[in-house]
């Protein structure tokens, strides 16, 4: 329904903030730890949202950036990981770093989140794979997928970005745009991203 708002911080709280948008005050629900990469109250800020429906309550989460709420969304669609924990995982794992731990399988990484269990770890990157596998079948290979998908650095940093929601096609011209590959992984997918906010 909302894909941001923009506006004024009002006031900010243990787990949420109160964004002025001409006059009216959107409470934004956000994990402890993302709340520190708003603004302070009086600053001008744009947040990322995401609107969740249940039967007994309507809550607005909010993100500091637009990788963060992609992150999200793709996080409560994996069985038994709800708003809670997505946010949970969205405050202490940067998009990237959450998508090179999908695509290396690294369960240690997604532990580190409160509330995240092995068993829930290895079903995260178990069905966020999956889903990955998928993408990759229904594209169509641009000009150079082949090659860049070929194996190493490149076609990892290729599968993180469609983890992080980017097609294979907005993928690999983002990672073909990287200078220099060989400064190893985290390094090409911070890259990467920095290409595609452009």
């Known amino acids: 329904m909302f894909a941001y708002l923009e506006?004024?911080?009002?006031?900010?709280?243990?787990?949420?903030?109160?964004?002025?948008?001409?006059?009216?005050?959107?409470?934004?629900?956000?994990?402890?730890?993302?709340?520190?990469?708003?603004?302070?109250?009086?600053d001008r800020q744009r947040v990322f949202t995401?609107?969740?429906?249940?039967?007994?309550?309507v809550t607005l989460f909010g993100f500091s950036s637009r990788e963060e709420q992609t992150l999200f969304e793709m996080l409560i669609t994996v069985s038994g990981v709800?708003?809670?924990?997505?946010?949970?995982?969205?405050?202490?794992?940067?998009?990237?770093?959450?998508?090179?731990a999908v695509v290396t399988g690294d369960t240690t990484a997604l532990t580190r989140v409160k509330g995240l269990g092995k068993k829930g770890a290895q079903r995260i990157i178990l069905e966020l794979k999956d889903k990955l596998g998928h993408a990759y079948a229904g594209e169509v290979q641009p000009e150079g997928m082949t090659a860049a998908a070929g194996g190493g650095v490149r076609a990892d940093a290729i599968s993180a970005l469609m983890v992080l929601g980017?097609?294979?096609?907005?993928?690999?011209?983002?990672?073909?745009?990287?200078?220099?590959?060989?400064?190893?992984?985290?390094?090409?997918?911070?890259?990467?991203l920095a290409q595609l906010l452009r």
């Open 166 to 192: 980017y097609s294979a096609a907005q993928a690999t011209r983002a990672v073909d745009q990287v200078p220099d590959p060989s400064t190893g992984l985290e390094d090409t997918i911070k890259a990467a």
């Open 7 to 42: 506006g004024t911080i009002d006031a900010k709280w243990a787990d949420a903030l109160i964004l002025d948008v001409s006059g009216v005050g959107y409470r934004l629900t956000a994990a402890p730890g993302m709340l520190e990469r708003f603004g302070k109250p009086g």
């Open 82 to 100: 709800g708003p809670k924990l997505a946010g949970s995982i969205v405050a202490v794992m940067r998009p990237d770093a959450f998508a090179m």
């Open 50 to 57: 995401y609107l969740a429906v249940r039967e007994d309550a």
